[in-house]
């Protein structure tokens, strides 16, 4: 009996040690930064002339992914992507005024799972699309939407004159919402400093306008900022190429109007001292998160939702974008104990994977239907192999739909009856020739359409 009850008392006391290790194993924070309308030209991403001090020291003790893209040009749907973990041809999100949430009432999105976790879900500046919040999904800074329904069928339209324009700004810049935004997430650390949040921060610049405090335009020399070599003073699709991979009319800058190369000089200046202010309020965000000691038991992720022409092909704008300017981002991973910290993974990842490897750091309960996959294998080891495709769709015509392999581009539209375009990613990365049409690719050509009819069956 007595011997009975010492192995009682033994199991009982391991299965209590156990269940108490389980329960009190800390869990990793997440601060998400994400930008807008913002191309992989940082100083850590190879630009020698731009400074990015504080995203610069991010990347030093971050894995840094060289080729990350996203699943759609454009702020909504690419949005929409990443916190569902769903392609945009699964999501129906192919447009700004489209609610995902109404789509698809069931789907719980990435902050919300992490609140359904016991996670203070916390929002600061742009995260989903302006006025389509998921509301419920945040602990505080939920922003009421604007529609209940699929679509807002409200007349919506940018106005050329408010996008089409450089702003400075007085002092700090301490009037913009980006600024507003990193302040309200430097109070939300301070406040839940002692438990698990998933703090996401989105800064609107270097979206158009652009817009800085003058001190940044003062950071360039304007002479010395160079054009891109298949610069044009309006969009064109250069010949070869189908018309609908570069839309007549730019969206965001140069709006219907010829570009010189002087006036592009001065723009893509205020472009590059927007992403300085940008970076400045990450910068802000990143000092309190080292000063109040929470570095060491935080994952940090940056992120941009699209990438950005600026003048290459005349295009001054992303919308309709399936080059690889369109389409590229950076990406930035920081957490605890990653062995490949401070490495750059030149693996091809997207937009859909952040979701499942932020919950797989974290220990979350796995999601049905994501449709990414974990970047934790490249987080420890960046030259990992790796064989994942990346596409992207897009939308501003007939339907366009692209995949990125380790050494291709390949995009068609309207399933090739409206075009296609094939480049060598590594020969030519102006994507200068499109070889789609040349017979040697030809095989390169369909083993590349049957990975987009993948993702396009995907539901």
């Not at 940090?300 to 950005?308: E, Q, T």
């Amino acid at each position: 009996m007595k011997a009975r009850t010492l192995w009682f008392l033994s199991f009982f006391t391991l299965a209590s040690t156990l269940l108490c290790s389980a329960a009190d194993k800390p869990k990793f924070n997440v601060l998400f930064l994400m930008a807008d309308d913002l191309r992989p030209e940082l100083g850590c991403y190879g630009n020698k002339l731009i400074q990015t001090p504080n995203l610069d020291k991010l990347a030093g003790r971050s894995v840094r992914f060289d080729r990350a893209y996203v699943q759609f040009p454009l702020c909504n749907p690419s949005r929409a992507s990443l916190l569902t973990g769903r392609y945009p041809t699964s999501t129906g999100v192919l447009e700004n005024t489209t609610w995902w949430g109404a789509l698809h009432p069931d789907w719980v999105s990435l902050p919300r799972h992490f609140k359904n976790n016991g996670f203070a879900a916390l929002r600061s500046g742009k995260i989903f699309h302006g006025g389509i919040d998921d509301a419920d999904a945040w602990t505080e800074g939920g922003e009421p939407r604007k529609f209940e329904g699929a679509t807002n069928t409200a007349k919506k339209g940018q106005v050329a004159a408010n996008s089409d324009r450089i702003v400075k700004l007085d002092g700090d810049g301490e009037s913009h919402n980006d600024f507003k935004a990193a302040t309200r997430a430097i109070e939300y650390l301070e406040r839940h400093k002692d438990k698990p949040f998933f703090l996401a921060c989105g800064f609107t610049k270097p979206h158009s306008p652009p817009t800085a405090p003058q001190k940044f335009f003062n950071l360039y020399d304007v002479t010395k900022i160079p054009l891109p070599p298949d610069f044009a003073a309006k969009p064109t699709a250069p010949a070869g190429f189908p018309e609908a991979s570069v839309p007549k009319r730019s969206s965001d800058l140069f709006i219907g109007r010829d570009a010189s190369e002087a006036e592009a000089r001065e723009v893509i200046r205020a472009y590059w001292a927007s992403t300085s202010f940008m970076d400045a309020q990450a910068g802000r965000v990143l000092a309190a998160l080292d000063r109040l000691g929470l570095r060491e038991k935080t994952i940090v992720l940056f992120w941009g939702d699209h990438g950005y022409h600026l003048g290459e092909k005349g295009k001054w704008s992303k919308h309709g974008s399936l080059f690889e300017i369109g389409t590229r981002v950076p990406l930035l991973i920081s957490a605890p104990g990653l062995k490949g910290s401070g490495q750059v993974s030149p693996r091809i990842v997207e937009t859909v994977d952040i979701y499942p490897t932020l919950i797989e750091l974290c220990g979350l309960p796995k999601m049905p239907g994501l449709q990414g996959d974990s970047l934790v294998p490249l987080l420890n080891n960046p030259q990992a192999a790796w064989s994942h495709p990346a596409f992207t769709v897009s939308k501003s015509g007939p339907l366009g739909l692209a995949v990125r392999t380790e050494k291709w581009r390949y995009a068609e539209y309207d399933g090739g009856k409206a075009g296609a375009m094939l480049f060598d990613a590594q020969a030519d990365p102006h994507e200068l020739k499109n070889l789609a049409t040349d017979p040697k690719h030809a095989k390169t050509v369909a083993e590349l359409k049957k990975l987009i009819e993948r993702v396009q069956n995907q539901q």
